[in-house]
């Protein structure tokens, strides 16, 4: 990526009710709802060491390139579409044991930083969506 | 704090996102904001406190009660902070983290 470019990180957790082999098969699992691969117009997934992926969702294409795959605590790709202008970030995930639940934490970084990827009126959008589903019973971590 | 700062903050625990949910059916008395809460009421004090330095809910005395209301304008301008990415994230994990919740209530109820 081009030293001009600022690049941005956003880092995600939940805490999901299950162990973390079942959470991690889970987030490999294209039928399971709320993963990358899951609700794709076309898919092929090859979820291992320098295996890729192509996601095809509302006529937008990702592709990535598994570079760690650690059963059941971590999982890393690489993440290439139309907002991140063709360069490659970088997408870490880990499952770690809490009690009876897994503490998953996401981590997407070096997005570059720009003024498309911040819709005001999309990000205004996002917030009326959630607000009646999500506002009531979220588990986000507080940071 | 800025009031960006102050409605991030506002908006990042669970139990003051459920509040905002519920006040945005309308006005509530605070015992009625606190009831659906199994926390101690000096808690749900502290929440109300947050939430009201974010502007996003006010106070209003009717007669011998105060009746709390729900203002979204402020999360306007947080909505100007929100990437894309921040959003497709959240929302898939939302989802992904539903599955298991449902799957858990469904394991217990068999």
Known sequence: MSSSTKTIEFKFERSIPAPPVEVFDGWLNPEIPGNPWNMAEKLLLNAQVDGFFYWLIRGNSHYGRFTEMERPSRIQHTWMSRSTLGEETMVTLTFKKQGEDTLMTLVHSGIPETEAGRGHEKGWNYFLDIFPCQFGNGSRKEK | ?110
């Not at chain 2, 659906?36 to 502290?46: E, G, S, W, Y």
């Not at chain 2, 100007?80 to 959240?90: I, Q, S, T």
Request: proline residues 4%.
């Open chain 2, 1 to 110: 704090m800025d009031q960006l700062t102050d409605v991030l903050t506002a908006i990042s625990h669970p139990t003051r996102r459920a509040i905002i949910g519920q006040l945005a059916h309308g006005p509530a008395r605070f015992l009625d904001v606190a009831e659906p809460f199994d926390t101690a009421l000096n808690a749900v004090t502290k929440h109300l406190k947050l939430l009201e330095r974010a502007g996003l809910i006010e106070r209003e005395k009717r007669g011998r009660e105060v009746f709390i209301s729900f203002r979204g304008e402020p999360l306007r301008e947080v909505a100007g902070w929100v990437h894309e990415y921040e959003r497709f994230w959240n929302q898939r994990l939302d989802q992904f983290e539903r599955y298991f919740e449902d799957k858990k209530k469904k394991g217990k109820k068999k």
